[in-house]
């Protein structure tokens, strides 16, 4: 029996603030209302509906614990609350900025984890950043799993990592690395030995980024998941589908239950 955690990532609801009026070149705009938006209540509506469809584990984006706004007694509420609905947060989504001009938003940042009780963090990251963010990695004994984005090949990722494998590692984004025409299982096997995290995603097609249903694009999920299981990976894995006009909820349930039969996977129940 394969052995991961399969978890909800909760920037599929970047949308959710517009009532699914948005897209992929409006990001930044949705993100700015989910913030702005964003009480208890709504995160206790989130945690729900990801639980009612059957996850246990979740990535939690800035979205819902941003920085700025994040406080001790705060961070106690957003606890309280996943762990009613029965939720594990395993990794904490956000954007580190630019570390070398402005190290205080990254500090934010590893304070928010910190706060949280979250134990690795998921951003992307430059290869001039990285000495920065090691320097904070050690200081909170917090992990960073570098995405790509922009990066058309896993070496660049690589470089990012360099010397510091111990607390940095990769965060293989799927639909990234097919978006900029790079074979996703590939990378995944590329990158097998600093990989740290897997956001699973699918995508229309090659030179745009934009998010599917998983098997309704053009990244080949089944083969993603056999080299996954072929370099025995068993950390956790991220359903991701940043869908812009309507709710993704019952295209991740599906997904969930398809990774989950691909796998054969009993998952990790965490306390």
């Given at each position: 029996m394969f052995h991961l955690i399969i978890g909800f990532h909760t920037a599929n609801y970047f949308a959710r603030a517009t009532n699914y009026q948005a897209s992929m070149a409006t990001?930044?705009?949705a993100e700015r209302k989910v913030i702005e938006n964003f009480s208890l209540p709504e995160f206790?509506?989130?945690?729900?509906?990801?639980?009612?469809v059957g996850f246990q584990h979740i990535?939690?984006?800035?979205?819902?614990?941003?920085?700025?706004f994040m406080t001790p007694y705060l961070a106690d509420e957003l606890k309280s609350i996943w762990k009613k609905h029965g939720l594990y947060v395993y990794s904490y989504s956000c954007s580190l900025g630019d570390p070398v001009r402005y190290p205080k938003w990254a500090r934010l940042c590893f304070e928010t984890a910190e706060m949280l009780g979250i134990e690795m963090i998921t951003s992307g990251l430059s290869k001039e950043a990285a000495p920065v963010i090691y320097a904070m990695c050690t200081e909170y004994q917090i992990k960073v799993a570098v995405e790509n984005h922009p990066e058309k090949h896993p070496d660049e990722i690589k470089a990012v990592i360099g010397d510091y494998g111990d607390l940095m590692g990769a965060a293989v984004d799927t639909g990234w690395f097919s978006t900029q025409g790079f074979s996703a299982s590939d990378a995944i096997r590329?990158?097998?030995?600093?990989?740290?995290?897997?956001?699973?995603?699918?995508?229309?097609e090659v030179g745009e980024h934009n998010p599917v249903a998983?098997?309704?694009?053009?990244?080949?999920?089944?083969?993603?998941?056999?080299?996954l299981k072929d370099i025995g990976y068993?950390?956790?894995l991220s359903i991701e589908q940043e869908t812009g006009k309507y709710n993704p909820t019952?295209?991740?349930?599906?997904?969930?239950?398809?990774?989950g039969k691909m796998l054969n996977t009993q998952v990790k129940i965490q306390p």
């Open positions: 990001w930044a705009e206790d509506r989130i945690c729900r509906d990801i639980a009612a990535e939690l984006w800035m979205g819902h614990a941003f920085p700025k590329e990158l097998q030995d600093v990989l740290f995290h897997i956001h699973l995603k699918d995508v229309s998983l098997g309704s694009g053009i990244v080949d999920i089944e083969e993603c998941v056999k080299t068993n950390q956790a019952k295209d991740c349930a599906i997904a969930l239950n398809r990774v």
